[in-house]
């Protein structure tokens, strides 16, 4: 699988994500996106079952594997990993880049150091290397 610096997201599917870290701070909020072709179809929203929620998140294993099941269901792929840093940036942790797995997935992170002026970046995090992904945030949402 080829993968292209670029995820495309729509507006009302990043404002869902923005609101979950909204509704979960101060802890980190996490999740999946399944889609296709680097589009993002499906957020899917799921525990963050880390011991230190403030600082980490660690997707709840069963539920990942269940949201992954779905999306396979739909013809979907795991595009991203969504989660969000209450008081810092939206650049990986050095525990985001060392816990990293799925290389073909971009990671999303929401950083609510203003509350009122989320910042989201997008990264691909391989083998101990970051880098930036265009965003691409669309006003259509495409049918699942
Ligand atoms: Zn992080």
């Known amino acids: 699988m080829s993968t292209a610096l670029k995820l495309a997201i729509s507006r009302v599917d990043l404002e869902t994500i923005i609101e979950c870290a909204r509704h979960d701070y101060p802890y ?18 799921l ?3 880390s011991p230190t929620p403030r600082v980490h998140y660690e997707i709840e294993r069963q539920a990942m ?10 013809g979907l792929e795991v595009v991203a990993i969504y989660h ?9 942790s050095a525990t985001d880049i060392a816990r990293a797995t799925w290389p073909d997935a971009v990671h999303l992170i929401v950083g609510l150091q203003d509350p ?3 910042d989201v970046c997008a990264w ?8 930036l992904v265009e965003l691409e945030i669309t006003d259509w949402s495409p049918a699942a």
């Open 28 to 45: 980190e909020t996490c999740g999946m996106i399944g889609g296709r072709d680097h589009t993002a179809r499906i957020v899917a929203p």
């Open 47 to 49: 525990p963050n079952s």
């Open 65 to 74: 594997v269940d949201s992954v099941m779905r999306f396979h269901r739909q």
């Open 84 to 92: 969000s840093h209450p008081d810092a940036p939206a650049a990986p």
């Open 116 to 118: 009122e002026q989320p």
């Open 124 to 131: 691909l995090i391989r083998n101990g290397e970051v880098q």
